[in-house]
Structure formats: structure tokens, C-alpha cells
């Protein structure tokens, strides 16, 4: 079986940008699969920021999150990546990626994302 794991969160200043990927073991990223970033924040549930097919590079992004959150995948690393930049500290949350396979959704640890105001 798959198993997404997130890298690059850390602390990051208010108006600054970040840069996560979503790496994968057991497996690659292939055809119509659909990788989704999350985010969870302390005490709210978690929220989609978008989502990416991976052979088609079609993205969709949340309302909410358009504009300043960029979703994209480098094809020949076989890795998903979230950009973030503008953030505000209400950016402060764990960061997901996810995969569904098989009818099973599987999901990373996550990544810490803080920002300091």
C-alpha cells in the first residue's frame, strides 16, 4: 500500500511563503490519481485546499484558498507540492496530502505549519 508523507513545514513569518511536498513509499503517483492537501488547525476539523490529478495536472482549489495557495506536481520527480505565500498566521495548522486507492483514502503524518505574527 501507499504512504504519502509531507516535508518542508516549519515557522515562517506573517506575509512570508512556504513550500511542501508530498512524497510517497509502497508506490508512485500515477494515472488519474487524485492527491489532496489538507489542513487541520488546533480545535477546527480538517479542511481540503485542493486537490491535483496527477497524469492530467488538473487542479481545483478551495474558494478560500485560491490565489494564495498553488497546488502543482512535478511529473518526473513524482512529487505533489503546495505553495503557499501571503500567509497569515490563521495559516498556523498541520498540512496533509492524501491519497485515495483503491477506495481507501491514505494520508500522510502531516507537517507543521506555523506563523508568526
Known amino acids: 500500500q501507499v504512504q504519502p508523507a509531507e516535508s518542508g513545514g516549519g515557522v515562517v513569518q506573517a506575509g512570508g511563503s512556504l513550500t511542501l511536498s508530498c512524497s510517497v513509499s509502497g508506490g508512485t503517483f500515477v494515472g488519474d490519481d487524485m492527491v489532496a492537501w489538507y489542513r487541520q488547525a488546533r480545535g477546527k476539523e480538517r479542511g481540503v485546499i485542493g486537490t491535483?490529478?496527477?497524469?492530467?495536472?488538473?487542479?481545483h482549489d478551495a474558494d478560500s484558498m485560491r490565489g494564495r495557495f498553488t497546488i502543482y506536481r512535478n511529473y518526473h520527480e513524482n512529487r505533489p507540492w503546495l505553495h503557499m505565500n501571503g500567509l497569515k498566521p490563521e495559516a498556523t495548522a498541520i498540512y496533509y496530502c492524501?491519497?485515495?486507492?483503491?477506495?481507501?483514502?491514505?494520508w500522510g503524518q502531516g507537517t507543521q505549519v506555523t506563523v508568526s505574527s
Open positions: 492524501s491519497i485515495p486507492r483503491d477506495a481507501v483514502v491514505y
Open positions: 491535483i490529478t496527477w497524469d492530467a495536472g488538473s487542479r
